[in-house]
């Protein structure tokens, strides 16, 4: 087990490693941030002077080197726009990302479950099959349009739910939250309902194929034989049997949720990690854009090792692997 | 009659609640400040919002003319100094007073060389505390500009510079925050309350502020709204009040929209084309544009009242010179738009022997609708047999190509800012690229007599001569067609109906202070 772990954590570091290496691959390509940061009357030697003071005169490698070897003392440097520490900024911004994303996914699970058993029991009726092909138009929607529909309707024609910010927030220590206030609570719907649109589909579409191959096993008929309650029927003894890859999917879904936030976040104007990363790419904010990069990576990585290491606890067989 | 009794106590609590709402302007921007240093960034607008809290020596009245702000006064007493008497009785946000000695601690910290304001006062040398509330400045030569220099060089408290150890600006390079990015104190009309980057920065009235307050503003809170869209419908929504960054696309509906006002008028910056001078193109081809008549030729293949129906909405302003008509040595004689002639334009790419030559143009992202002004010059020179190869980039990875000269046509909008006059236009764009002159002479365009009369016309001090000159620069410039100008940009504000008065600027920094509810 042990072993295992050790392997695990490794493939993590080097996940992590290679993401960085091909951002700074990519960092050349978005221009020159000094244009970004100086002034329009600064001379060409100035410029320079900044240039060679933030290392940018190296190679791509040098720079990538000198990254690794002060992102593993935990030093991001400062950010070039905001002139502030990179991990305070990232750490304001993850909060709001973070309930924006749990949030999304509690309202997938809450809609998605029993949309997928509805759609599963009542197979073939035209009110099952008509929500099911509506599902497609869910997955097939660009989340940007989503929102902006949702903005439309809710926040300019009905005027129920503000259409961008955060709305008031409690401090609990460095965490920030939005859950605890009305205005808070009002400004998170909007968001969350745009960024669980897809997953509310892919719940609902796994829950209703779960269902159908379930409802079709026996003990499902020697349960209806004995007189069981539809009702129960469905929602206890069915149900419960195919959670187990919906609690999967909605884990590994999580990282996902996180790098698809930008998207919900720039339209929204959700003050979240993706926000941030949006305007250091805009600026050509290196610090910024890597470590976020490193951070997001870390997360699917995270994730990905707790499902292995918990599948590996339910299966023995793969801890040999 | 519970219910009643309810009804009436949520009715009076509304009307306790509604005097601490009256007086709140929300400010959707298009974008945050990103800190609180007015010498972190060289950004015109962060500067325009942080102009709230703090103030310069000067600053820019109503119709943009300089005014005094923190100086009441000031007399050149030699060629190279300048003597600026103090306001007296301004306080900071923290009850100091304002004195000389935080003048020249600013001066310092804003002409460091790691500040990324130092560009901004070019010809500051030094300066010399004289009493409490005089101070002498020095300046490298004759500069007729040094005021226009100052209105953006605000005043700290030297006292609390020093206590928190912001004496120099913070340094990106060095790794460590300063404490002015997260901190405010200035002499301003507004105090910064509370700032959560990207969400939400509130500024509040100081009531100890020196000059008439003709505003009626209690509280500001300014939102970045990123995405147009979303800050259209944050407006039409009522959850904000005012936008500086209204899309020129959706200003019908807006005005439509009987709870918005739209505040339309022309910014400052006017959009021109450039042409590289130098004696090969990118293709190694021979340079034809070195000929002053392929350059008129590809003037008059532009069709600017095209560009303004088709690409601008009838929102721009076409212009015939090359700086706009509030800029000081703006002259109205040169500023007659070039009627498009395509048939001409071919006799003159035909008598030059430069028909169909292939060129790159380089375009980039920052000026409204950029990219479809690029494509719609390109068509009109291919109309003409011209082969013109668009090259569209953000800002970022266009400027490094442009500043190395590696360019043959390109695409720029000049606003004189923060200096508004003409000097800006004729001493960074048009001059030789030498020392700080021309650094934005991407093109490699160089003429004695046109540096000449610009040299000139930095240490003159008389006004009306100066004037004269940079017009007679300027038509220098426009009779060798060194650039197509081609109109000044829209400016686009909008607010919602309750605000009353809401005065324009044709730099595009709102001035919240001149506001009334």
Redesign the interface.
């Known amino acids: 087990m042990i072993a295992f772990l050790v392997k695990r954590v490794g493939n993590a570091i080097l996940v992590m490693l290679t993401v960085a290496f091909f951002a700074f691959l990519i960092f050349r390509f978005l221009g020159d941030p000094v244009e970004m940061m100086v002034n329009e009357s600064a001379t060409q030697v100035e410029r320079d002077e900044l240039r060679s003071r933030l290392g940018l005169n190296d190679g791509f490698l040098v720079q990538y080197l000198r990254f690794v070897t002060n992102a593993a003392q935990g030093q991001f440097g400062l950010s070039w726009r905001n002139q502030q520490n990179v991990i305070t900024l990232i750490g304001e911004r993850f909060p709001a990302t973070f309930e924006l994303v749990i949030i999304a996914t509690i309202l997938s699970l809450a809609i998605g479950i029993p949309l997928g058993v509805f759609t599963a029991i009542g197979r073939g009726r035209w009110w099952a099959e008509g929500l099911q092909f509506s599902s497609i138009v869910g997955v097939s929607l660009p989340s940007f349009f989503v929102g902006i529909i949702l903005i439309l309707a809710f926040s300019v024609s009905l005027g129920w739910l503000p259409g961008y910010g955060r709305g008031e927030v409690v401090q609990l220590g460095w965490w920030s939250t939005g859950l605890l206030t009305p205005s808070g609570r009002a400004a998170i719907v909007l968001p969350a309902l745009s960024l669980s649109l897809f997953q509310i589909t892919l719940v609902m579409r796994l829950v209703r194929a779960e269902m159908l191959e379930i409802l079709r096993a026996d003990f499902i008929k020697f349960a209806r034989a004995r007189g069981v309650k539809r009702r129960a029927l469905w929602f206890r003894h069915a149900l419960k049997n195919c959670l187990m890859p919906v609690v999967t999917l909605t884990a590994m879904q999580v990282g996902n949720l996180i790098a698809f936030a930008l998207v919900t976040e720039t339209v929204f104007q959700w003050p979240g990690m993706g926000m941030l990363f949006m305007q250091a790419v805009t600026f050509v904010d290196i610090p910024v854009m890597a470590a976020y990069l490193c951070i997001v990576s870390f997360i699917f990585v995270t994730l990905n090792t707790f499902v292995d290491i918990a599948y590996a606890v339910i299966d023995p067989r793969l801890r040999a692997a | 009659m519970h219910l009643s009794r309810i009804l009436v106590g949520g009715v009076a609590l509304l009307a306790l609640a509604m005097p601490a709402t009256a007086g709140t302007l929300k400010w959707?921007a298009s974008?945050?400040i990103?800190?609180l240093?007015p010498y972190?960034?060289?950004d015109s607008f962060a500067l325009g919002v942080l102009n709230h809290a703090y103030e310069g020596l000067v600053r820019y009245d109503r119709n943009l003319k300089i005014e005094p702000a923190l100086a009441t006064s000031w007399e050149i007493v030699s060629p190279t100094t300048w003597r600026f008497k103090l306001r007296e009785g301004v306080k900071f946000h923290n009850g100091a007073d304002f004195t000389a000695e935080d003048v020249q601690a600013s001066l310092k910290r804003a002409s460091d060389?790691?500040s990324?304001?130092?560009?901004?006062i070019?010809a500051y040398k030094g300066s010399r505390v004289i009493d409490a509330h005089t101070i002498e400045i020095d300046v490298s030569a004759h500069y007729p500009l040094l005021p226009n220099d100052l209105t953006t060089i605000y005043i700290f408290d030297a006292g609390w510079l020093k206590d928190n150890n912001a004496e120099a600006p913070?340094?990106?390079?060095?790794?460590?925050?300063?404490y002015a990015?997260?901190n405010e104190n200035g002499t301003g009309p507004f105090k910064v309350e509370s700032r959560?980057?990207?969400?939400?920065t509130v500024f509040t009235k100081f009531d100890g502020w020196w000059d008439k307050t003709e505003h009626n503003i209690d509280r500001i809170e300014l939102?970045?709204?990123?995405?147009p869209?979303?800050?259209v419908?944050?407006l039409?929504?009522?959850?904000i009040d005012f936008t500086d960054q209204a899309p020129v696309q959706d200003l019908p509906r807006l005005a439509a929209s009987p709870e918005v006002k739209v505040l339309e008028g022309t910014d400052l910056r006017t959009v021109m084309i450039g042409f590289s001078q130098r004696d090969q193109l990118l293709s190694g081809a021979a340079n034809p544009m070195k000929d002053l008549r392929v350059r008129q030729a590809m003037q008059l293949a532009i069709d600017l009242d095209l560009i303004n129906k088709k690409v601008m909405r009838g929102k721009s302003r076409n212009a015939g010179a090359l700086v706009a008509p509030q800029i000081p040595g703006y002259d109205a004689a040169l500023d007659t738009p070039v009627k498009a002639d395509p048939e001409k334009a071919k006799a003159l790419l035909k008598e030059a022997g430069a028909e169909g030559f292939e060129f790159e143009f380089n375009c980039a992202d920052s000026l409204v609708n950029e990219e479809q002004i690029c494509q719609a010059v390109a068509s009109m020179w291919s109309r003409v047999g011209l082969k013109p190869k668009l090259d569209q980039?953000?800002?970022?990875?266009?400027?490094?190509k442009r500043?190395a000269g590696k360019v043959d046509v390109y695409t720029l909008g000049w606003a004189t800012?923060p200096m508004l006059d003409t000097y800006?236009l004729t001493s960074?764009v048009l001059h030789t690229k030498e020392?700080?002159f021309g650094?934005?002479n991407w093109g490699g365009w160089s003429d004695k007599e046109f540096d000449k009369v610009t040299e000139a016309s930095a240490v003159e001090l008389d006004q009306t001569k100066r004037l004269a000159m940079e017009a007679q620069s300027l038509k220098i410039a426009k009779e060798h067609a060194l650039m197509i100008p081609l109109h000044q940009q829209p400016l686009a504000w909008a607010t919602t109906a309750k605000i009353k008065d809401f005065p324009l600027f044709s730099d595009n920094l709102p001035r919240l202070w001149l506001v009334k509810m």
């Open positions: 959707g974008r945050d990103s800190s240093d972190s960034y060289g060389p790691k990324p304001l130092r560009g901004n070019p913070t340094d990106v390079g060095s790794g460590s925050e300063g990015t997260y959560q980057p990207d969400a939400k939102t970045p709204i990123a995405s869209a979303t800050r419908a944050a039409l929504a009522g959850d980039g953000t800002r970022a990875v266009q400027t490094p500043s800012l800006s960074q020392g700080s650094i934005f």
